[in-house]
């Protein structure tokens, strides 16, 4: 058991841990604190040390237990695909993990703007360029 601070509590449950116990155990941990959270992985490798936790903990995360007396609030939820739970409502809502989008590759600032790519987007021609005719081959004059 680590307790983070004086309200947060990070735990590294044994491996043969049923989901049953886990709220009397969050609750003995948290004693009579009026404002408790309580989070436990199976993974000891997993667990957070800090808070906010990293999308990677939160998707680890096998259990967790939030107290506020404050507001008469209680709840413990556990993730279901490690423990079974026969109230879907007693499961943490899988969240889809986030990747990062690669930034667009970077443009020097004098490029030319041939030198920007602009997908979907019309182009206008340059005022400032002569517009370029192709002469047909067979109106070329012939030389000798």
């Known amino acids: 058991m680590t307790p983070l601070d004086g309200d947060t509590i990070f735990v590294t449950l044994p491996r043969n841990q049923s989901a049953d116990g886990l709220t009397l155990l969050a609750a003995q941990a948290c004693g009579d604190k009026p404002f408790c959270r ?11 040390t800090a ?24 709840r413990s939820l556990w993730n279901c695909r490690q423990f079974k739970r026969a109230d879907p409502t007693q499961c943490m809502v899988a969240r889809a993990a986030m990747t990062a989008v ?41 030389t000798k």
């Open 38 to 48: 309580y989070m436990a992985w199976t993974d000891g490798t997993k667990m957070a």
């Open 51 to 74: 808070i906010p936790l990293e999308p990677a903990q939160t998707a680890a995360l096998s259990f967790s237990y939030l107290r506020d007396r404050a507001s008469n609030y209680e």
């Open 102 to 142: 690669p930034p667009p590759p970077a443009v020097a600032p004098n490029a030319p703007a041939a030198a920007i790519e602009l997908n979907g987007v019309r182009r206008k021609p340059n005022p400032a360029a002569p517009p370029v005719t192709a002469t047909p081959a067979s109106a070329a004059p012939i």
